[in-house]
Nanobody, 119 residues
Framework: QLQASGGGLVQPGGSLRLSCTAS????????IGWFRQAPGKEAEGISC????????HYADSVRGRFTVSRDSAKNTVYLQADSLKPEDTAVYYC??????????????WGQGTQVTVSS
């Protein structure tokens, strides 16, 4: 089971750091991806990181503003979200993935965290 945390209310232009942790397992075994879903919209795969952290992919909508990374010692994958825009408002969740230009959700995911960008 994966758990995303770190969401909240932030003003446009602000930043948040989201965290993905796992209960009962190690994230090092899997590439991990971040998805988001806004009300009335389909889920969007926005970023992923390979098992070693060297491979990363980003959707065009977040490239240059978001950065994905992983810390094996803390068994955590992070998504640093900078220069946030109102259209980034969504529930963000993490999942095991096939990490490529098209991010494909794998077998494990969990509850998300709400990100709201508003003045």
């Amino acid at each position: 089971q994966l758990q995303a945390s770190g969401g909240g209310l932030v003003q446009p232009g602000g930043s948040l750091r989201l965290s993905c942790t796992a209960s009962g397992g190690t994230l090092d075994d899997y590439p991990i991806g971040w998805f988001r879903q806004a009300p009335g919209k389909e889920a969007e795969g926005i970023s992923c990181v390979g098992r070693t952290g060297r491979l990363t992919h980003y959707a065009d909508s977040v490239r240059g503003r978001f950065t994905v990374s992983r810390d094996s010692a803390k068994n955590t994958v992070y998504l640093q979200a900078d220069s946030l825009k109102p259209e980034d408002t969504a529930v963000y969740y993490c999942a095991t993935v096939l990490c490529s230009r098209v991010i494909i959700k794998g077998a494990y995911w969990g509850q998300g965290t709400q990100v709201t960008v508003s003045s």
